[in-house]
T-cell receptor, first 117, second 115 residues
Framework: AQSVAQPEDQVNVAEGNPLTVKCTYSVSGNPYLFWYVQYPNRGLQFLLKYITGDNLVKGSYGFEAEFNKSQTSFHLKKPSALVSDSALYFC???????????????FGRGTQLTVWP | GAVVSQHPSRVICKSGTSVKIECRSLDFQATTMFWYRQFPKQSLMLMAT?????????EQGVEKDKFLINHASLTLSTLTVASAHPEDSSFYIC???????????FGPGTRLTVL
C-alpha cells in the first residue's frame, strides 16, 4: 500500500529565509509524488509533481522539491519565503494499483506553514 | 487550464434535508472524479471514486446510501448527502482527473453546515 508521512504539523520561518516542508513516502514500485497547497476555506492547488526524470522538480510560485530515492523523501523547498506562502501544504502519492480506484491519491496529514514578516 | 468548479460553495440546511453538491471540470473531460471530506485542520479523507458512466467505488466506512454519487457526464459529478444530520457538517472537496493523466485538479470546496 502507498502512504506518505509529513512529520511536522507546523513549520515557522521568517520572510526571506529558506523553507523546507518534509515528506517521506512508502510505495511498492516507482512513486508518483505530488505537493498541493491549501489556503483557508479553499480547495487544493497543485504545486508540483515527480513522475520520472530529474530529481529536482520545479513548480509553481517558486517552489521546488527534491526526490531522494535512497531516503524515500520528497521535501518541498523554497529559497526565500514570502508571507503569502503561509498555508497548509499536503504531500501525496498516487495509487498505481489496477482497479476502479486507479489514480487515487494518498495524502499526508498536512503541514501548516507560517511565514512571519 | 484544468479548472474545477464546485457549487454551491457554502450551504446551510436543516437536519433531515438532502443536499446536492455539483463538481464540474470546466476546460477538460474528466473520466475520473474523486470526492473528499475534510475536517478542520485535518487531511483529506477520500470518500469515493467515480468513473464516468459507472457506479462509484466507495471507501470503507462510507455509506453509499447516505452519500449518493452520480457521474453522468465527462464534466459533471454530483454528491448528494441524503437526509443530512449535524455530524455530516464538513468541508467537501471534489477533484477531477483526465484519463491516463497523473494529476488531480481540485475544486474550491463546499462548506456544509447542518443545523
Amino acid at each position: 500500500a502507498q502512504s506518505v508521512a509529513q512529520p511536522e504539523d507546523q513549520v515557522n520561518v521568517a520572510e526571506g529565509n529558506p523553507l523546507t516542508v518534509k515528506c517521506t513516502y512508502s510505495v511498492s514500485g516507482n512513486p508518483y509524488l505530488f505537493w498541493y497547497v491549501q489556503y483557508p476555506n479553499r480547495g487544493l492547488q497543485f504545486l508540483l509533481k515527480y513522475i520520472t526524470g530529474d530529481n529536482l522538480v520545479k513548480g509553481s510560485y517558486g517552489f521546488e522539491a527534491e526526490f531522494n530515492k535512497s531516503q524515500t523523501s520528497f521535501h518541498l523547498k523554497k529559497p526565500s519565503a514570502l508571507v503569502s506562502d503561509s498555508a497548509l501544504y499536503f504531500c501525496a502519492v498516487r495509487d498505481l494499483d489496477r482497479g476502479s480506484t486507479l489514480g487515487r491519491l494518498y495524502f499526508g496529514r498536512g503541514t501548516q506553514l507560517t511565514v512571519w514578516p | 487550464g484544468a479548472v474545477v468548479s464546485q457549487h454551491p460553495s457554502r450551504v446551510i440546511c436543516k437536519s433531515g434535508t438532502s443536499v446536492k453538491i455539483e463538481c464540474r471540470s470546466l476546460d477538460f473531460q474528466a473520466t475520473t472524479m474523486f470526492w473528499y471530506r475534510q475536517f478542520p485542520k485535518q487531511s483529506l479523507m477520500l470518500m469515493a471514486t467515480s468513473n464516468e458512466g459507472s457506479k462509484a467505488t466507495y471507501e470503507q466506512g462510507v455509506e453509499k446510501d447516505k452519500f449518493l454519487i452520480n457521474h453522468a457526464s465527462l464534466t459533471l459529478s454530483t454528491l448528494t448527502v441524503a437526509s443530512a444530520h449535524p455530524e455530516d457538517s464538513s468541508f467537501y472537496i471534489c477533484s477531477a482527473r483526465l484519463a491516463l493523466a497523473d494529476t488531480q485538479y481540485f475544486g474550491p470546496g463546499t462548506r456544509l453546515t447542518v443545523l
